[in-house]
């Protein structure tokens, strides 16, 4: 069962975690809807007729762009299940590195966001 708490945001008011519930929702089937195009635009381009190398290098282009597009819409689709958990589990828009509540701004912006706009930048800062 959700709990249906309010996050407060500045200049707005409080708003629910409902709201945030349905923009993820909203984003993941949109990604969903992009991937399931994507993959059948590059199956017609497989199937293409090749006339000269200018063609081959652009097909080569176009899928390896469509590739890290994908790529990256895989991730963010991870990062919006986990997101819809800690919805469930009672725990979304804590930081997972201070446990301080995340700016609903942020949250509006990046609704899957897990750190804090303070935390992010050391997360974003240490080497991997």
Do not use: W
């Not at 949109?30 to 590059?42: C, V």
């Not at 199937?47 to 895989?74: F, V």
């Not at 700016?103 to 992010?120: E, N």
């Amino acid at each position: 069962m959700i709990e249906f708490r309010k996050i407060y945001l500045f200049g707005v008011g409080f708003m629910d975690i409902h709201y945030f519930k349905n923009l993820l929702i909203e984003r993941k089937e949109q990604i969903l809807r992009n991937l399931s195009q994507t993959g059948a635009e590059m199956e017609d381009l497989k199937n293409s007729e090749i006339n000269d190398e200018g063609d081959y290098a652009s097909l080569c282009t176009d899928n390896l762009i469509d590739e890290a597009i994908q790529q990256q819409q895989l991730q963010e689709l991870k990062e919006i299940d986990y997101a819809l958990q800690k919805i469930e589990e009672g725990e979304y828009g804590i930081c997972e590195m201070c446990g301080e509540p995340i700016k609903p701004l942020r949250l509006k912006i990046k609704p899957f966001a897990r750190y804090c706009i303070v935390c992010r930048e050391i997360v974003e800062k240490e080497p991997h």
